[in-house]
T-cell receptor, first 115, second 111 residues
Framework: EAQVTQNPRYLITVTGKKLTVTCSQN?????MSWYRQDPGLGLRQIYY???????DKGDVPEGYKVSRKEKRNFPLILESPSPNQTSLYFC??????????????FGPGTRLTVT | KQEVTQIPAALSVPEGENLVLNCSFTDSAIYNLQWFRQDPGKGLTSLLLIQSSQREQTSGRLNASLDKSSGRSTLYIAASQPGDSATYLC??????????WGAGTKLIIKP
């Protein structure tokens, strides 16, 4: 089954404790992206990747890191999480370099709470 | 900068009604417009993608229209069912790699 998977689905952590949210797609997509969704602010892009080893900042990259060492994986790293990073996070992928010109496939989301 | 607005924020209708969801954007120079559905705990699902050269796209009971000159898109849902209850979002690109999203319309279909 073609899908985007994220782990963990739910995470409660404390301020400053490094964490990684994994994202994997099995569709051989070139474009991948991370979003956060907050009430009243909608979806905002954190980082995106056009291909292996090619990443760029989205609208709200502060406090996040990403890497794209393999085509299928695009982990989101929070080196020192803070309470303002409490949010619902989505990973997405798309089959072409010009990612947003094509249908986006989303993971199920990761609900992160930082206390 | 492009802004995307969805009104109303929430809508509750009886089952069987036809309904229209609205999406407005401020910059008419868009490449495409996408409609998504968001179910709690299940992420987002792409419903329809309308290219800038198109005026309509249809999928089953869903029909999306695009009027770039007025900066509007509508999502028409025919013969609504309780299973249509979800949040519907629209999004437009502002680069090859980035989308701007509306805040969504939460739709409740009452049996």
């Amino acid at each position: 089954e073609a899908q985007v998977t994220q782990n963990p689905r739910y995470l409660i952590t404390v301020t400053g404790k490094k964490l990684t949210v994994t994202c994997s797609q099995n569709m051989n997509h070139e474009y991948m992206s991370w979003y956060r969704q907050d009430p009243g602010l909608g979806l905002r892009q954190i980082y995106y990747s056009m291909n292996v080893e090619v990443t760029d900042k989205g609208d709200v990259p502060e406090g996040y890191k990403v890497s794209r060492k393999e085509k299928r994986n695009f982990p989101l790293i929070l080196e020192s999480p803070s309470p303002n990073q409490t949010s619902l996070y989505f990973c997405a992928s798309s089959p072409r370099l010009a990612g947003v010109a094509y249908e986006q496939y989303f993971g199920p989301g990761t609900r992160l709470t930082v206390t | 900068k492009q802004e995307v607005t969805q009104i109303p924020a929430a809508l509750s209708v009886p089952e069987g009604e036809n309904l229209v969801l609205n999406c407005s954007f401020t910059d008419s120079a868009i490449y495409n417009l996408q409609w998504f559905r968001q179910d709690p705990g299940k992420g987002l699902t792409s419903l329809l993608l309308i290219q800038s050269s198109q005026r309509e796209q249809t999928s089953g009971r869903l029909n999306a229209s695009l009027d770039k000159s007025s900066g509007r898109s509508t999502l028409y849902i025919a013969a609504s069912q309780p299973g249509d209850s979800a949040t519907y979002l629209c999004a437009v690109p502002y680069s090859n790699y980035q989308l701007i999203w509306g805040a969504g319309t939460k739709l409740i279909i009452k049996p």
